[in-house]
């Protein structure tokens, strides 16, 4: 694996490894139904008696779906694990926003500068983190009040972690936006997606 200042040309692209039970949706129009099909026939395997509770499962998904591609999102990983009975909600969103509809900044110092005054009087934890082999990135954390409508019904307090990842070579970023509405495990699951965000390198 190159490190991100061996690279002298865009990389082609990112890799990254995540948790045994997080399901992947590819946001591509061509891929999107395919796999949100595949998750929800997961989820309703062995259940045959809530039609509508699937059918609005997918409607929901593909919402979200959508909305996460127009952002320039290129894949979405849900996560399927539990604890005991406990599902450990969370979610990982990866884009790649548009040359035009982001900052200019240069490198993860210059970002996380111009990031601070949008952030200023509120809670969230700003700074700049070194990743193992993708290098400096802005690594944001907050705490939203829920939003039922866009979050699948979640009534709890959602934690949010985001990376923002300059890509080698070029003056664009990747973005991994990861979230959790378990909010007596934030700090749990906050190290977990430490954990991931850890793992990207690029080809």
């Known amino acids: 694996m190159k490190a991100a200042e061996e690279f002298s040309s865009p990389p082609t692209d990112y890799n990254l490894i995540v948790p045994d039970g997080w399901f992947q949706i590819l946001l591509d129009p061509e891929e999107?139904?395919?796999c949100i099909v595949a998750l929800v026939d997961l989820q309703f395997?062995?259940?045959?008696?809530?039609?509508?509770?699937?059918?609005?499962?997918?409607?929901?998904?593909?919402?979200?779906?959508?909305?996460?591609?127009?952002?320039?999102?290129t894949e979405l990983y849900l996560s399927l694990l539990t604890a005991g009975t406990v599902p450990l909600a969370s979610s990982l969103l990866i884009s790649i926003p548009a040359a035009d509809e982001w900052s200019a900044c240069s490198d993860a110092d210059?970002?996380?500068?111009?990031?601070?005054?949008?952030?200023?009087?509120?809670?969230a934890e700003l700074g700049v983190a070194k990743l193992e082999v993708a290098?400096?990135?802005?690594?944001?954390?907050?705490?939203?009040a829920?939003?039922?409508?866009?979050?699948l019904g979640n009534?709890?307090?959602?934690?949010?972690?985001t990376y923002y990842v300059p890509i080698p070579a070029t003056r664009r970023w990747l973005m991994l936006n990861f979230s959790t509405p378990v909010d007596p495990l934030a700090d749990?699951?906050?190290e977990l997606f430490d954990t991931v965000a850890g793992t990207l390198y690029w080809t």
């Open 45 to 73: 395997r062995g259940v045959d008696n809530a039609p509508h509770l699937k059918k609005e499962m997918m409607r929901d998904l593909q919402k979200r779906a959508i909305s996460a591609y127009g952002i320039g999102g």
């Open 188 to 190: 749990q699951m906050v």
């Open 135 to 144: 290098g400096k990135a802005v690594r944001v954390r907050r705490r939203a």
């Open 155 to 161: 009534t709890l307090p959602t934690t949010t972690l």
């Open 146 to 151: 829920p939003d039922p409508e866009s979050q």
């Open 32 to 34: 999107r139904d395919r």
């Open 110 to 123: 210059e970002l996380a500068e111009h990031l601070a005054a949008r952030y200023a009087g509120t809670e």
